[in-house]
T-cell receptor
Framework: EAGVAQSPRYKIIEKRQSVAFWCNPI?????LYWYQQILGQGPKLLIQ????????DSQLPKDRFSAERLKGVDSTLKIQPAKLEDSAVYLC?????????????FGPGTRLLVL | AQSVTQLDSQVPVFEEAPVELRCNYS??????LFWYVQYPNQGLQLLLK??????LVKSINGFEAEFNKSQTSFHLRKPSVHISDTAEYFC???????????FGTGTKLQVIP
């Protein structure tokens, strides 16, 4: 079974530029999560999708971050414009259902550096 | 609100020695608890979880954790560590009232040969 795929693995941009990350979850997984992990901190949930609908985006900075999951499969997370404090690893995870108790399967992450 | 505290950011331990990684949580409702592990250059993966039933849960590679409701803890233990256990370990909590998983800040386990 293929795992969660993310690209790119690394990205360096200057502040005020835009960037987009892509995630392909495990086939058949209905729920998809985007997390932000700042150095020295644990992952923080940014947005959770159930199929192609948003379940939770309460911690997503909506003035600059956006995400979509068209057709309930792949997802993209965009930052526009980027700030220095957005430097972090962006993790995508998926799970079979939407219950929080279900195991989440994580991708390798995208490491973003904003200069 | 819910929170997770992992007091130890780094734990060095000699190979074949026992180890305990501490995790305390804060939540006003019933909780489900997880330990995730991140090996070098790999993504996070579930190590073990407590949902209900026996308060002692075990992983396939010798780790175990015990849910202690009175002390609001879910410490991770292993009686004898291997070099391959070197990784970062994250404790996480999910509660019905909060409806999302909250992760701790992680503990880096460094096994010394």
């Amino acid at each position: 079974e293929a795992g969660v795929a993310q690209s790119p693995r690394y990205k360096i941009i200057e502040k005020r530029q835009s960037v987009a990350f892509w995630c392909n979850p495990i086939s058949g997984h209905a729920t998809l999560y985007w997390y932000q992990q700042i150095l020295g901190q644990g992952p923080k949930l940014l947005i959770q999708f159930q199929n192609n609908g948003v379940v939770d985006d309460s911690q997503l900075p909506k003035d600059r971050f956006s995400a979509e999951r068209l057709k309930g499969v792949d997802s993209t997370l965009k930052i526009q414009p980027a700030k220095l404090e957005d430097s972090a690893v962006y993790l995508c995870a998926s799970s079979w259902g939407r219950q929080g108790v279900e195991t989440q399967y994580f991708g390798p992450g995208t490491r973003l550096l904003v200069l | 609100a819910q929170s997770v505290t992992q007091l130890d950011s780094q734990v060095p331990v000699f190979e074949e020695a026992p180890v305990e990684l501490r995790c305390n949580y804060s939540s006003s409702v019933s909780v489900y608890l997880f330990w995730y592990v991140q090996y070098p250059n790999q993504g996070l993966q579930l190590l073990l979880k407590y949902l209900s039933g026996s308060t002692l849960v075990k992983s396939i590679n010798g780790f175990e954790a015990e849910f202690n409701k009175s002390q609001t803890s879910f410490h991770l233990r292993k009686p004898s560590v291997h070099i391959s256990d070197t990784a970062e370990y994250f404790c996480a909590v999910f509660s019905g009232g909060y409806q999302k998983v909250t992760f701790g800040t992680g503990t880096k386990l460094q096994v010394i040969p």
